[in-house]
């Protein structure tokens, strides 16, 4: 009877140590309408998530749209999305210039860019060029990201007291923080002027008066001449991105492989963002 009491007590001891390990290996998908799924996550693809519960075989694709967070078995906590709430209760918020290291990511913020004529400070109208340049081409190749537009950036910026002139006093990680982002998007456009082309042309015309067919009643000549000038320009990029936590994770320049006429950076702007890490085809 005795070993029988001790055999029931070392059944209910390793079935509940069991449950315990098999449940801490669980992941578990937490929906925005309070439904939680335990298993294993499969699959995270930058739309959907694919799940397997415990004890099947069968496998679940779960839009991140439904999904707040995802807690892995490592302990590790993946905020998916935020449940959203009715506007009515969203204009009590108080208004905040910063979020949570949660609400950063996988967004980002392209700064107004820097612009040096000849090595000294231009137009900021050619940096806010440059911004929204940046701005439209990541958006078309940067899926599973989202981009702040630059009128929203510049305003927070803004409204945080985040000039141009002042941000220097400013660390990355405060800015993104700022702006609620996990990556800023910096740059530097440089254009020097270099050598002139000149050209030149003359035109002479010379007209005889003749009576019909007797001498020459008089000769007439006049002339004219033109030149042309055009100023040609060396052009650089300097890209940086910077991550929430200061880190750089991209730092290079690239120069226009010609000069031109019109100072255009497009060419080393796309060469360097099609190779930056936030670049995706």
Same mark, same amino acid.
């Given at each position: 009877?005795?070993?029988?009491?001790?055999?029931?007590?070392?059944?209910?001891?390793?079935?509940?140590?069991?449950?315990?390990?098999?449940?801490?290996?669980?992941?578990?998908?937490?929906?925005?309408?309070?439904?939680?799924?335990?298993?294993?996550?499969?699959?995270?693809?930058?739309?959907?998530?694919?799940?397997?519960?415990?004890?099947?075989?069968?496998?679940?694709?779960?839009?991140?749209?439904?999904?707040?967070?995802?807690?892995?078995?490592?302990?590790?906590?993946?905020?998916?999305?935020?449940?959203?709430?009715?506007?009515?209760?969203?204009?009590?918020?108080?208004?905040?210039? /910063?979020? %949570?290291? *949660?609400?950063?990511?996988?967004?980002? $913020? +392209?700064?107004?860019?820097? #612009?040096?004529?000849? @090595?000294?400070?231009?137009?900021?109208?050619?940096?806010?060029?440059?911004?929204?340049?940046?701005?439209?081409?990541?958006?078309?190749?940067?899926?599973?990201?989202?981009?702040?537009?630059?009128?929203?950036?510049?305003?927070?910026?803004?409204?945080?007291?985040?000039?141009?002139?002042?941000?220097?006093?400013?660390?990355?990680?405060?800015?993104?923080?700022?702006?609620?982002?996990?990556?800023?998007?910096?740059?530097?456009?440089?254009?020097?002027?270099?050598?002139?082309?000149?050209?030149?042309?003359?035109?002479?015309?010379?007209?005889?008066?003749?009576?019909?067919?007797?001498?020459?009643?008089?000769?007439?000549?006049?002339?004219? /001449?033109? %030149?042309? *000038?055009?100023?040609?320009?060396?052009? $650089? +990029?300097?890209?940086?991105? #910077?991550?929430?936590? @200061?880190?750089?994770?991209?730092?290079?320049?690239?120069?226009?492989?010609?000069?031109?006429?019109?100072?255009?950076?497009?060419?080393?702007?796309?060469?360097?963002?099609?190779?930056?890490?936030?670049?995706?085809?």
């Amino acid at each position: 009877m005795k070993k029988l009491y001790l055999w029931l007590i070392v059944s209910l001891i390793s079935v509940n140590l069991f449950a315990q390990t098999n449940t801490a290996k669980q992941d578990i998908i937490q929906k925005l309408n309070g439904e939680e799924m335990k298993g294993k996550v499969v699959k995270v693809t930058d739309s959907d998530v694919t799940f397997i519960y415990d004890g099947e075989t069968a496998e679940y694709v779960v839009k991140k749209s439904d999904i707040a967070k995802i807690v892995h078995s490592s302990g590790r906590i993946e905020i998916i999305s935020q449940q959203s709430q009715p506007s009515q209760d969203r204009q009590k918020d108080p208004v905040s210039m /910063s979020a %949570s290291p *949660a609400d950063h990511h996988n967004k980002i $913020a +392209v700064l107004p860019f820097t #612009y040096l004529m000849d @090595n000294q400070p231009g137009a900021d109208a050619i940096g806010l060029k440059a911004q929204e340049d940046t701005y439209g081409f990541l958006s078309q190749h940067s899926a599973g990201y989202t981009i702040l537009d630059s009128r929203t950036t510049n305003a927070m910026l803004a409204k945080a007291g985040v000039t141009r002139d002042k941000m220097i006093s400013f660390t990355m990680k405060e800015i993104c923080d700022i702006l609620g982002v996990e990556y800023i998007v910096d740059g530097i456009v440089t254009q020097n002027k270099g050598y002139q082309t000149s050209s030149s042309s003359e035109n002479s015309n010379t007209k005889v008066k003749r009576d019909g067919d007797k001498d020459v009643k008089g000769i007439s000549s006049y002339g004219s /001449s033109s %030149s042309n *000038a055009v100023q040609r320009y060396d052009v $650089a +990029v300097s890209l940086h991105i #910077y991550m929430d936590n @200061n880190a750089s994770i991209y730092s290079q320049t690239h120069k226009a492989f010609l000069s031109n006429t019109d100072g255009s950076y497009t060419g080393p702007l796309e060469y360097l963002l099609k190779r930056c890490p936030l670049y995706r085809k």
